[in-house]
């Protein structure tokens, strides 16, 4: 699959997620598997640029290529701004965000809340195309509620207005991340337009990816929450899409390797007091399954420093490899 200029290393992508796909968790999910990683969003309000966050979110030292960069507004001449800004900073690829159902952002008239304003949606498009030498993605959600589901509209206005790839997610504004996601919508838009379409929502498998990319006819598929403690599922889905080979779970001593860089990298990149808190949640969706997890939570979120939360990390795990020695 190709983004402009980019060839990507297969059509497993790792969705954009507030406060989650930061660039210790890209770099890593790309080398676990992932073709690209988008970042999360990056607000076109320039009030909030100088922001301890946003420079955070800006930067993309050593992070592998192709670097895209979500940016989130709804105001065409600021989002071109936006999208120059974080070209200038290193962006490869810009995506503009059109899906996300958070109130805080709709409640802006940005991310899906967009969608109610066709003619809107093409100035912000045509204007971020225009001001930014690279590739310009968008993501949508399939309409804004289930009675009014214009996600081919959309997708034709986006072709239109040089956009270079679709993300979809299979559920509508008002759906937000309730029941299951609809195929049909991402079908029809595939079937409308040129431009590569990703499919996303609910994929939580190799198995499912595979069943969203027949019954779509999508070029690619975006993981989103399911990536979240599984970094590893973007490698299994690549490997299963290529070869129809299931791998394995990673063992118990794996994903402690795995974690444990995340981890360091965490520290390194957010300095250790805020990287500690931002650990947390990650540690959580780790353990999340495995037997004792509750309780290593909870140490885990009383844990004061990095120190701490690495000793309790091991000990879980060494706990949990000799449990699953005996039982063997």
């Known amino acids: 699959m190709r983004i402009g200029p980019y060839s990507l290393a297969n059509n497993v992508i790792l969705a954009p997620m507030a406060g989650v796909t930061d660039r210790p968790f890209r770099q890593l999910c790309k080398e676990l598997g992932a073709g690209m990683a988008v970042s999360e969003m990056v607000s076109a309000n320039s009030l909030l640029w100088g922001s301890v966050k946003t420079q955070r979110r800006i930067n993309h030292a050593g992070e592998m290529e192709p670097r895209s960069v979500q940016i989130a507004g709804a105001d065409p001449r600021m989002m071109a701004d936006a999208a120059r800004l974080n070209a200038d900073h290193g962006a490869q690829i810009i995506d503009i965000n059109m899906g996300c159902p958070a ?32 590739p310009v993605t968008l993501k949508i959600r399939t309409g804004w509620d289930p009675d009014h589901r214009n996600g081919v509209t959309i997708a034709r206005i986006a072709e239109q207005s040089g956009i270079q790839a679709l993300a979809v997610h299979g559920r509508t504004r008002a759906c937000a991340y309730r029941g299951e996601a609809e195929y049909d919508t991402i079908a029809a838009i595939k079937a409308e337009i040129g431009i590569p379409v990703i499919a996303n929502g609910d994929i939580t498998s190799p198995r499912k990816a595979k069943q969203v990319l027949e019954q779509t006819g999508a070029d690619a598929v975006m993981i989103g929450r399911a990536a979240q403690g599984a970094p590893w599922l973007l490698r299994a889905i690549s490997h299963y899409l290529a070869s129809g080979e299931l791998l394995n779970e990673p063992p118990a001593r794996e994903i402690r390797r795995i974690l444990v860089q995340h981890l360091h990298r965490l520290y390194d990149f957010y300095g250790e007091h805020t990287g500690v808190l931002v650990a947390r949640k990650h540690i959580a969706w780790y353990s999340k399954g495995q037997e004792g997890g509750a309780s290593f939570r909870q140490l885990i979120n009383q844990a004061p420093s990095a120190n701490a939360q690495l000793q309790h990390i091991e000990a879980f795990f060494d706990e949990l490899e000799e449990r699953l020695a005996c039982a063997a």
């Not at 969608?115 to 093409?122: D, G, I, K, N, S």
């Open 103 to 134: 109130k805080k952002v709709c409640n802006v008239m940005a991310g899906s809340a967009l969608l109610q304003h066709e003619a809107l949606v093409a100035r912000i498009l045509e204007a971020v195309v225009k001001a930014v030498n690279v």
